[in-house]
């Protein structure tokens, strides 16, 4: 298996332009997590899906932020309008039910100048 | 809710020495603990978990943790580290039977010949 895929893995773009980060986890997984790694903050669940469907969004930072999952195979994050304070490293992650291991993608790091 | 400290946020040590990596947590309800690794430039990935029974949890790379329910803690340990150890290791919290994880700052480990 290729391990959960994420894309691009580099990003730099101006404030104020649209940024959409693209996830594909592991088949058969049924969770997706979208997580952001920032050295003031740490490691922060910013939502997760079960069977394609947002479960807990509580951590998604404001109306700026979106995430969709169209099928179990894809999802994606954008930021819209970004801004310098979105910089960050973002990680999509992937488990099956009831084994309790997340799986982590490379990350994209993310530059808003 | 719940909420993780890793005491130390730097561990330097030199090779083949051992090593404890300390983190406490705080919960209402019963929880599952779990230990992550990340290496530099990569995503996350799981060492070791404890959902239940034996306190003491053996994972990968020779590394082992213990529950402590009066202590609250599930500290890291490894008895000889080797140069391939030096990571940055999460300790993390799920309520029993969820699947959302709250995680620690984090603690670098600096592995020195």
């Known amino acids: 298996d290729a391990g959960v895929i994420q894309s691009p893995r580099h990003e730099v773009t101006e404030m104020g332009q649209e940024v959409t980060l693209r996830c594909k986890p592991i088949?058969?997984?049924?969770?997706l997590f979208w997580y952001r790694q920032t050295m003031m903050r740490g490691l922060e669940l910013l939502i997760y899906?079960?069977?394609?469907?947002?479960?807990?969004d509580s951590g998604m930072p404001e109306d700026r932020f979106s995430a969709k999952m169209p099928n179990a195979s894809f999802s994606t994050l954008k930021i819209q309008p970004s801004e310098p304070r979105d910089s960050a490293v973002y990680f999509c992650?992937?488990?099956?039910?009831?084994?309790?291991?997340?799986?982590f993608g490379p990350g994209t790091r993310l530059t808003v100048t | 809710a719940q909420s993780v400290t890793q005491l130390d946020s730097q561990v330097p040590v030199f090779e083949e020495a051992p090593v404890e990596l300390r983190c406490n947590y705080s919960?209402?309800?019963?929880?599952?603990l779990f230990w992550y690794v990340q290496y530099p430039n990569q995503g996350l990935q799981l060492l070791l978990k404890?959902?239940?029974?034996?306190?003491l949890v053996k994972g990968i790379n020779g590394f082992e943790a213990e529950f402590n329910k009066s202590q609250t803690s599930f500290h890291l340990r490894k008895p000889s580290v080797h140069i391939s150890d030096t990571a940055e290791y999460f300790c993390?919290?799920?309520?029993?039977?969820?699947?959302?994880?709250?995680f620690g700052k984090g603690t670098k480990l600096t592995v020195n010949p």
């Open positions: 404890y959902l239940s029974g034996s306190t």
């Open positions: 899906f079960n069977n394609n469907v947002p479960i807990d």
């Open positions: 992650a992937s488990s099956n039910p009831e084994r309790y291991e997340q799986y």
């Open positions: 919960s209402s309800v019963s929880v599952y």
């Open positions: 088949s058969g997984h049924d969770y």
């Open positions: 993390a919290v799920s309520e029993s039977g969820s699947e959302k994880l709250v």
